[in-house]
């Protein structure tokens, strides 16, 4: 079946830079994508989410691109904090359960 | 505003045993949803309730696996026996209404170590 997947298992970035996590997703009838945030030992949490008929959204220090043309998502977060540390998850629908990606652990070097 | 809970939030069980996780939704929160999350992946939908009634089931192994929700709130995810490969971590997540692009509110999870 189709899936969403991930460009880097791993991105290092010192504090205070802008971090950039990139997905890749296979399904092009997929209409609306979401960003999850995974602490240690903890469920993921909401960050932002974006629908098919737009191409950017800003969040607190956040925005989401999505590029339809090449099925590209990325996730821009804006002076990275140690806080920022954790697993990000790019997830999928087609008014269907969301599939996830596999996940990009950011890593914040102090 | 109090987020989902869930217990235990660890477990160890030997294969072939038998092992239950609950959840309690945030309050007022109309589906609820059980992930199963291994290890260096994402979580996986292996069930969905709407109130009372499951609305998609289609990746739960329901040989071994079964969910409940007989009062349209708390949910029991149990799995009989259990598989070495059911080692993962069991997510529950809640969200106001259905619909796919709701936002879906996990608990810290269940981690279940199968030996």
């Known amino acids: 079946g189709e899936s969403v997947g991930l460009h880097l298992p791993t991105l290092s970035v010192q504090e205070g830079d802008n971090s950039i996590i990139n997905c890749a997703y296979s399904n092009s009838a997929s209409d609306y994508f979401i960003w999850y945030k995974q602490e240690s030992g903890k469920g993921p949490q909401f960050i932002i989410d974006?629908?098919?008929?737009?191409d950017k959204r800003q969040g607190q220090r956040v925005t989401v691109l999505l590029n339809k043309t090449v099925k590209h998502l990325s996730l821009q977060i804006a002076a990275t904090q140690p806080g920022d540390s954790a697993v990000y998850f790019c997830a999928e629908s087609q008014n269907t359960p969301l599939v996830f990606g596999k996940g990009t652990r950011l890593s914040v070097i102090a | 505003e109090a987020g989902v809970a869930q217990s235990p939030r660890y477990k160890i069980i030997e294969k072939r045993q038998s092992v239950a996780f609950w959840c309690n939704p945030i309050?007022?929160?109309?589906?609820l949803y059980w992930y199963q999350q291994i290890l260096g992946q994402g979580p996986k939908l292996l069930i969905q309730?709407?109130?009372?009634?499951?609305?998609?089931d289609s990746q739960l192994p329901k040989d071994r696996f079964s969910a409940e929700r007989l009062k349209g709130v708390d949910s029991t995810l149990k799995i009989q026996p259990a598989k070495l490969e059911d080692s993962a971590v069991y997510l529950c997540?809640?969200?106001?209404?259905?619909?796919?692009?709701?936002?879906?509110?996990f608990g810290p999870g269940t981690r279940l170590l199968v030996l």
């Open positions: 309730f709407q109130n009372n009634g499951v609305v998609d």
């Open positions: 974006i629908r098919s008929n737009m």
């Open positions: 309050s007022g929160h109309a589906t």
């Open positions: 997540a809640s969200s106001l209404d259905f619909g796919w692009q709701e936002t879906q509110y």
